[in-house]
């Protein structure tokens, strides 16, 4: 779930690359050798940064962080503990140096009045999107450790799912994670969400605590009923042998213009998604007593005017309410929130 070196830890990757095209090391969600066994499409998302978290904790009054990038579009936003510090847009071509200090004002303030689920002293660089590389962090001489386990959230979430899990610094998956105060490890996959056996015992090999998984808009374009089953079921046979006792929510296809054409009826996506949904209803049903439940994604989306004019992807307002939904959700559904 997370590397430490040099004092700094880094969450949401399990291997820092270094890599022929840039002099940093790479924050990808997925390690090469699981990358490799996935779609083309997969391969590139897997090495996106999205969720990746650089911590750390020092005395020192001013650092400089230094990132770079290869991709168009990629952003990271600045913590310190829960309270967002800064935004900065990371430029392809060069290495960006960023030029941070503490805030003043939190010194105003007593501390255990700041603290929450993170603690108010943990600096937090988080990967809203992009391709990210860390060339390194100078404090100018102060020292730099890791947090501890009592500075961060006990409780660790697996998302997995499409684009819409994917989403990006704000989305709905953080938006929850925020809401119930645990650490959510994104693995999202925009486009790829195929349930592939080796990205499976990846994810089932990592240290979570419950796991949700939105499964089928990416399949219904190429995999039949038969075929998405079997990948389901082969998920939730590896998680619980993996990780018995924690809790799989199964999340069917949010709402999106499929679910209402004018005329679907040869229509072999609307088929599809449908097939799948009512695949992940029966697994759950069938795996109740053994920590699986069912999430429908209308209850989750529960307002069609949450997507975007694509009908498909979730606008900010509505990332903002999924989130808050599948809070609540969540904490009626897992006794990890009624303790």
């Not at 490799?36 to 005395?59: D, K, Q, Y």
């Not at 501890?148 to 989305?171: C, D, F, H, M, Q």
């Not at 975007?308 to 959700?329: K, V, W």
Request: glycine letters at 8%.
């Amino acid at each position: 779930m997370s590397i430490v070196t040099e004092g700094v830890e880094f969450f949401n990757t399990t291997v820092l690359e270094d890599r022929k095209e840039s002099a940093g090391r790479l924050l990808p969600r997925v390690p090469s050798v699981v990358r490799h066994a996935m779609s083309p499409h997969g391969r590139l998302v897997g090495m996106t940064s999205v969720g990746a978290e650089i911590r750390f904790v020092s005395e020192a009054p001013t650092f400089n962080l230094y990132l770079s990038t290869t991709g168009p579009h990629a952003q990271v936003t600045v913590y310190r503990g829960e309270y967002e510090h800064s935004n900065h847009p990371i430029e392809a071509g060069k290495v960006q140096v960023i030029e941070l200090g503490t805030p003043p004002n939190l010194a105003m303030v007593a501390k255990e009045r700041l603290d929450g689920a993170y603690d108010s002293s943990v600096w937090r660089i988080f990967v809203d999107r992009g391709v990210i590389y860390f060339h390194g962090l100078d404090t100018f001489g102060c020292p730099t450790r890791p947090p501890e386990a009592s500075e961060l959230p006990k409780v660790k979430w697996l998302a997995y799912g499409s684009s819409i899990t994917n989403a990006w610094g704000r989305g709905y998956p953080h938006q929850a994670a925020r809401e119930l105060g645990v650490q959510v490890m994104n693995k999202g996959f925009s486009g790829s969400c195929h349930i592939e056996p080796q990205l499976v015992d990846y994810l089932a090999s990592l240290d979570w605590d419950f796991a949700t998984c939105e499964l089928g808009v990416n399949m219904r374009g190429s995999f039949e009923p038969n075929e998405f089953k079997k990948r389901a079921t082969y998920l939730l046979d590896k998680f619980r042998s993996a990780r018995p006792g924690k809790p799989v929510g199964l999340i069917t296809v949010y709402p999106n213009a499929n679910h209402f054409l004018v005329d679907k009826e040869d229509d072999i996506e609307a088929s599809r998604q449908a097939a799948f949904s009512d695949t992940l209803r029966a697994l759950a049903a069938e795996r109740a007593g053994d920590g699986v439940f069912l999430i429908e994604g209308d209850s989750i989306m529960d307002r069609f005017a949450c997507l975007g004019t694509d009908l498909l992807h979730p606008s900010d307002y509505g990332h903002i309410r999924m989130g808050m939904n599948l809070a609540g959700i969540l904490r009626e559904k897992l006794s990890t929130f009624s303790k």
